[in-house]
């Protein structure tokens, strides 16, 4: 509980700064003129929507466990993950058709203006993905996914800095359009690794970091056990591992059965961090009707 009020609080306060910066970009995108520092006061709105998003989620993964849903709520975190993540490819899609549109038709901008609102969110969205990737909750896939949005921004900030400078230099104004279209690339790449792990949560497949070919040799290399076979590997919810397998014994070792099983629990749960074992323990004797 203690770690969910942790993550709940340092949600709490990156939403607070979001919403800042967010007011900051709006009013510099009237002040200026610029299209880039709305598309970015746009993006950041996304930002703290998905940062409200991921705090709701957090909350929400505090209950406990009911007869509706016996593993607990968990998966809202990854559910409110995929769904981040999902917002992030809408987001990029926007700033390419409007970085195609002010390819064709640059318009004028107050680049000075531009420069220093962009400088404050760049500032801003690096000091809140640092203060985020430093915390424990960094492998949260729900606190990945604020991370990956406000960096994000971050470059987009950075690429709005490029742009007003190349603007003020040269006054090239395509220099925006351009520097947007890099940013998309950047941004969907984010997005993607973090649908891809959280797809992965849902379809309950193996997680990608564990090693599922090890746990098969640790368990085959054990005196007491003869065969394993049936073996399933998933995440109950982002970090929570669960597994389930057969294990074939020898016949005189049915008797000590149950101590058997404690011993391959403690095994999975010291060295795989699976917190939800069900283990089902065979005779070697038996045939595929023991399956």
């Given amino acids: 509980m203690q770690e969910g009020n942790t993550e709940i609080r340092h949600l709490g306060t990156v939403l ?7 007011v900051l970009e709006v009013v510099g995108g009237i002040v200026s003129g610029s299209l880039a520092l709305y598309a970015d ?13 991921a705090l709701w989620a957090a909350w929400l993964a505090q209950r406990p466990a009911d007869r509706r849903h016996t593993f ?3 998966r809202s975190k990854v559910l409110a993950a995929l769904a981040n993540g999902s917002a992030l490819f809408a987001i990029v899609a926007l700033v390419w058709i409007e970085g195609i549109k002010h390819l064709q038709t640059p318009r004028p901008v ?20 640092w203060y985020l990737f430093h915390s424990h909750h960094r492998r949260s896939l729900n606190v990945r996914a604020v991370i990956a949005h406000a960096m994000g921004d971050a470059v987009a900030s950075f690429g709005v800095i490029v742009a007003a400078i190349i603007i003020a230099v040269t006054g090239w ?26 797809v992965t949560v ?9 090693d599922l070919d090890e746990l098969r040799r640790t368990l085959d290399s054990l005196p007491y056990v ?14 929570a591992l669960a597994a389930s397998f057969h294990v074939r014994v020898p016949e005189s070792a049915l008797a000590t ?31 595929e009707g023991c399956d």
């Fill in 16 to 22: 607070t700064a979001m919403l800042a910066v967010l």
């Fill in 41 to 53: 006061a746009a993006h950041m709105a996304t930002d703290a929507a998905s940062a409200a998003l």
């Fill in 72 to 74: 607990g709520y968990g």
């Fill in 110 to 129: 107050d680049e000075k203006t531009m420069l220093v609102v962009a400088t404050v969110a760049l500032a801003t969205n690096l000091v809140l993905s």
């Fill in 173 to 198: 104004l395509r220099a925006d359009a351009l520097v947007s279209l890099m940013i998309g690339v950047l941004v969907a790449y984010s997005a993607w690794t973090v649908v891809r792990d959280s």
């Fill in 202 to 210: 849902l379809m309950e497949g193996v997680p990608r970091e564990f």
């Fill in 226 to 239: 003869s065969d394993v076979h049936d073996l399933h590997v998933w995440s109950v919810g982002e970090q």
């Fill in 257 to 287: 059965s149950p101590e058997t099983v404690s011993r391959l629990k403690e095994l999975l749960h010291t060295r795989f961090r699976v917190e939800h074992a069900t283990i089902e323990v065979e005779s070697e004797t038996c045939g």
